[in-house]
């Protein structure tokens, strides 16, 4: 029986847009690199905001870019699931959607000027990398969404690269531990593309895409999603052990009720709705995990 999605109406339409549960994957990275380099340095709380603004409209610009070319290629019609739906149930105009978009990238454009202006430019140039990735997610003839790449750009862009931005902003050098502790972000950002992933698998395997997810199988799929929550929690208790972080870090086991969770929903239901709180979940998790690492750190350097 299919189940109608009603649609949204004022500001949640712009809202829904961004599609707020993953932002986080913009905000979590952010912050956690700015917190290891609190133990370098004393930090300079504009950069830092001004680094989260512009990771946050990108990453909301990204979404809208996959708002559209889905629209586009018609993949996406009123009972999807997940998507912010503002074109197939709110009857805004595709190329509305495609203009507030490029605006955003605008914005964090000049915002990015401004952090090159403080740090270097030659952040300018991976800014701009990070910025054509997210176009080309789902833009361009070749998406990388619609690949079995998704997760691996995805991790590595908004999960690892940011951090060590975040980091480099601050403190004016790339450390090792900044490397090490920007492993299980990429991990976790990745996750949450592997869990839109499995909950979307079957209209995407009807429309012609080739993810990771539908090449492995739903149920391979699910344990490559549990590898990433496993080796995000394991990597943390390697770094611990061989003295390389405090065991204060050891508080990322706070959150793992969480993942825990989300695996049983996804081996109990395959229906997109009844797995949406799962998909929610996973970026509530990049959230938490990077929240409790950073104070864990933070933890650590003042004691």
């Known amino acids: 029986m299919t189940q109608t999605i009603q649609a949204d109406n004022g500001w949640r339409v712009w809202w829904q847009l961004t599609r707020p549960h993953t932002l986080t994957a913009a905000f979590a990275p952010v912050f956690l690199g700015t917190m290891i380099a609190i133990r370098d340095t004393h930090i300079d709380w504009l950069l830092f905001t001004a680094m989260l ?56 454009g000049v915002i990015g000027i401004y952090i090159c202006y403080q740090t270097s430019w030659w952040l300018l140039v991976v800014g701009g990398i990070a910025m054509i990735i997210g176009y080309l997610y789902t833009g361009g003839p070749y998406p990388i969404a619609y690949t079995p790449f998704g997760e691996l ?15 480099y902003i601050q403190t004016g050098t790339i450390t090792a531990d900044s490397i090490l502790l920007s492993v299980p972000s990429t991990l976790l950002v990745a996750a949450i593309m592997m869990a839109n992933n499995i909950r979307d698998i079957v209209g995407d395997a009807a429309s012609g895409r080739k993810t990771l997810a539908i090449l492995a199988g739903r149920s391979a799929a699910v344990n490559i999603l549990l590898s990433f929550f496993v080796l995000s929690y394991v990597w943390i208790v390697i770094l611990v052990v061989f003295g390389i972080i405090t065991p204060w870090a050891l508080l990322v086991f706070l959150s793992i009720k969480k993942p825990v969770k989300i695996i049983n929903i996804f081996k109990r239901h395959t229906e997109p709705l009844k797995v949406m709180p799962a998909m929610k979940d996973t970026g509530i998790t990049n959230t938490l995990f990077a929240l409790l690492l950073a104070i864990g750190l933070l933890i650590g350097h003042i004691f």
């Not at 750009?153 to 980091?167: E, T």
């Open 153 to 167: 750009f995805s991790g590595l862009f908004m999960g690892f690269l940011i951090v060590l931005i975040a980091f």
């Open 53 to 108: 603004v512009a990771s946050l409209l990108i990453q909301a610009a990204t979404n809208m870019f996959n708002e559209y070319y889905d629209f586009a290629r018609g993949l996406d019609n009123e009972n999807s699931v997940g998507i912010g739906g503002a074109i197939v149930r709110n009857g805004v105009k595709p190329q509305t959607v495609l203009r507030l978009a490029f605006l955003l990238y605008a914005i964090a």
